[in-house]
């Protein structure tokens, strides 16, 4: 008897076929190569060839290179902070200690068993102390680790722990907050195993193996990716890392992160982490940044810099628009602080720096990262954008040092409107203050002025390299802007505590 197939089962198998036709197709084009020309189709003018293969596995390059990873445990007088970075976002991944894990957590009983006692305090001391956790590494066989500044912040006592599980108490060689690294000296009976730092920087999609020993139980392993360099995560002035893409352990702060051949690329430093957890995003200070400052800090137990002194910032495409630069790079000098090596030099508010003894300068940050690995006492030949042309010039570099900037906080009385930029000023005079230039008294927060980030209260020192006092000088200026064919108008603004360079678009 012949059946009848429903329509359900008519679906089933019309479905069925497309799927086994589709797959027919994708079989097809899997044994094609890059330079089969399907018919109808132009050819390809340069096939794409790799070869290109995964380790089977990473167990000889682990092998060799994790005796000389540590744990490295500090005793802090005041308890110990994770660093953040906004909410949320890129954080130091030191173990804080057993004061930030929950009651009947497993862990408890490990640092317990190392002397913490009752959650952070010693056994029988009135006094409160936190401890941290963090790895490091050995880059000598007698004995000098590697490790992250924010792992030994605020230590009164230092013990590394190898991977056989001995503690020996270090000293402190020496730190550098501005790039998170440290120097840490245990002593010992025989030769330690120790890596070296990379040579070269890592390709973007190379693989990256990172190690560490954040609890002090032994070694943790784990594989990815470089999937990016150079980063800014806003953790200091010389952001630089190699982005990692693997799920690098909580602890692993200050742990090597080795390339293929067992060299160290980079000193784990931080992991992205929006939920507080792992990702697997993590970055990296770059072996050629840390084999500078190691070197600095065993040799003199710091880290001496030069000095340029120069208040800088981005230059956005309005901006270049604006002074008339091709590309929106450089760094614009928005203030030389009085009596810098850049001051006596001759460099100027306005001046955007583009080339550092021929070495172009991308931005800021890039330009902060040349002068930095410089001597004090270095010449240097600056190229900056002035009037509308190039000129070179010679500064001797300083030793850094910390600075204040003086705060402006304006009063305001009286008032002149510049309706087409949306602003109210009135002259800084007027208003009180013992400064040249014009205040914003109202802005129009829907105004031209107000999408740049101008508000009231800031002080327009200059507009289109010219110094104001009036609400006139401010229009005269605009008006020889808008002559000059410029679609937006450059203008030195006084905020709070620093100056700045802001390009405000003309209607």
């Not at 120097?183 to 330690?192: A, I, M, R, T």
């Not at 630089?240 to 893409?245: A, H, K, P, V, W």
């Not at 006596?344 to 003894?357: P, S």
Request: aromatic fraction near 4%; glycine fraction near 12%.
């Amino acid at each position: 008897m012949t059946e009848t197939a429903s329509p359900r089962s008519k679906l089933h198998v019309a479905r069925r076929s497309r799927l086994l036709a589709g797959a027919m197709a994708l079989g097809i084009a899997g044994v094609l190569t890059a330079q089969t020309v399907l018919p109808g189709q132009p050819a390809l003018a340069e096939a794409v060839r790799v070869t290109a293969s995964a380790p089977a596995d990473f167990s000889q390059v682990v092998r060799a290179v994790q005796p000389a990873v540590v744990s490295v445990r500090v005793k802090q007088a005041a308890e110990p902070q994770m660093m953040n970075f906004g909410n949320r976002g890129p954080q130091m991944f030191g173990m804080p200690g057993l004061e930030d894990l929950p009651e009947g957590h497993p862990l408890q009983r490990f640092f317990e068993r190392r002397g913490e006692g009752d959650r952070g305090q010693q056994r029988g001391d009135p006094r409160s102390y936190g401890m941290s956790q963090g790895s490091g590494f050995f880059i000598s066989e007698d004995g000098y680790v590697v490790t992250n500044h924010h792992v030994i912040d605020k230590g009164t006592e230092f013990i590394v722990i190898d991977n056989e599980g001995t503690e020996r108490e270090a000293k402190l060689i020496g730190a550098d907050p501005r790039t998170d690294l440290a120097l840490l000296k245990v002593e010992g009976d025989k030769p330690f195993t120790y890596v070296r730092f990379a040579d070269d920087a890592p390709a973007v999609g190379e693989w990256v193996v990172a190690i560490g020993n954040p609890f002090g139980l032994g070694g943790t392993v784990t594989a990815g990716i470089v999937s990016a360099r150079g980063r800014d995560i806003g953790a200091g002035p010389y952001d630089d890392f190699i982005q990692i893409d693997a799920p690098v352990n909580r602890g692993n702060s200050g742990g090597p992160a080795f390339n293929m051949k067992g060299e160290v690329i980079g000193v784990n430093a931080a992991i992205f982490s929006p939920s507080g957890g792992n990702v697997g995003i993590a970055f990296a200070i770059p072996a050629s940044t840390a084999t500078d400052v190691v070197g600095d800090l065993k040799e003199t137990g710091t880290v001496t810099r030069g000095w340029l002194g120069v208040q800088i910032q981005p230059v956005t495409a309005d901006i270049a628009e604006s002074l008339g630069l091709a590309k929106a790079e450089g760094a614009i000098v928005s203030d030389p602080q009085a009596g810098s090596p850049a001051d006596r030099a001759g460099v100027q508010a306005g001046d955007t720096i583009l080339r550092v003894d021929g070495q172009a300068v991308k931005g800021p940050r890039e330009l902060s990262r040349l002068i930095a690995g410089l001597a004090p006492d270095t010449r240097v030949n600056l190229t900056v954008w002035r009037d509308g042309a190039e000129r070179d010039i010679t500064v001797t570099l300083g030793r850094l040092k910390d600075a204040e900037a003086a705060a402006v906080t304006p009063s305001v009385s009286g008032q002149t409107e510049l309706a087409d930029l949306g602003l109210e000023v009135t002259s800084a005079r007027r208003a009180g203050l013992d400064v040249e230039g014009v205040v914003i008294t109202q802005i129009d927060p829907n105004g031209p002025a107000a999408e740049t980030g101008l508000r009231a209260g800031d002080v327009i020192a200059e507009v289109a390299g010219q110094k104001v006092t009036s609400a006139r000088d401010v229009e005269a200026a605009i008006a020889r802007a808008e002559k000059d064919g410029r679609k937006a108008v450059l203008m030195r603004v006084f905020s709070e505590d620093a100056s700045r360079f802001v390009a405000v678009p003309l209607a």
